[in-house]
């Protein structure tokens, strides 16, 4: 039972565009939502988060957006950096919970 | 001065083995956790731990088995080790949560686990 869903495995955005990263939940009671971030050989890190009280967060490049209606987020970055070529988790917590729900990522390539 | 540290960082054994994987965290949080994530890159959660609380995904067979011997580690115990384990497993910590207090969890670099 996938909680938590990204649907596109992969993306691939030249460098200076825009990438657009989508998560999709089914769980109502979800209420805080972080977006991972994941080097190969390591674990993730923790890049940016948005409560459910708002509908976007904003940390330089990076823009997280909530729709709670459509039960979906996604992450901005932009412009994109050929740094930024890693795997996106998304993860979703209900409230008081330590569990995080993950979901399976995108793989972001970012083309000089 | 990693912040969460995993060993070791590779695992070959064979089926029907017992193996350990150690996890330590130098950051001072009271709750850590332990991960699979599978061949199809689902992160699941197996264990979340407190020196209050242990709670365990339904899912988790028992043969595995957190152990903690103090608030700073949270190791892994595999019993019995079959195909299905092979995966890597990472570690992660963080503060407590309580109420609507939310925390960030900070993972260690993980530790793929290949059962032959």
């Known amino acids: 039972d996938q909680q938590v869903k990204q649907n596109s495995p992969s993306l691939s955005v030249q460098e200076g565009r825009i990438s657009i990263l989508n998560c999709d939940y089914t769980?109502?009671?979800?209420?805080?939502f972080l977006w991972y971030k994941k080097y190969p050989a390591e674990g993730p890190t923790f890049l940016i988060s948005?409560?459910?009280?708002?509908d976007k967060n904003e940390d330089g490049r990076f823009t997280v957006f909530l729709n709670k209606s459509a039960k979906h987020l996604s992450l901005h970055i932009v412009p994109s950096q050929p740094g930024d070529s890693a795997v996106y988790f998304c993860a979703a917590s209900a409230p008081g919970g330590n569990q995080f729900y993950f979901g399976t990522g995108t793989s972001l390539t970012v083309i000089p | 001065d990693t912040a969460v540290s995993q060993t070791p960082k590779y695992l070959v054994t064979q089926m029907g083995n017992d193996k350990s994987i150690k996890c330590e965290q130098n950051l001072g949080h009271d709750t850590m956790y332990w991960y699979k994530q599978d061949s199809k890159k689902f992160l699941k959660i197996m264990f979340s731990y407190n020196n209050k609380e242990l709670i365990i995904n339904e899912t988790v067979p028992n043969r595995f088995s957190p152990k903690s011997p103090d608030k700073a580690h949270l190791n892994l115990h595999i019993n019995s080790l079959e195909l299905g384990d092979s995966a890597v497993y990472f570690c992660?910590?963080?503060?407590?949560?309580?109420?609507?207090?939310?925390?960030?969890?900070?993972f260690g670099p993980g530790t793929r686990l290949t059962v032959l």
């Open positions: 948005i409560s459910s009280i708002k």
């Open positions: 992660a910590s963080s503060r407590p949560t309580s109420g609507r207090s939310y925390n960030e969890q900070f």
């Open positions: 769980n109502s009671m979800f209420d805080y």
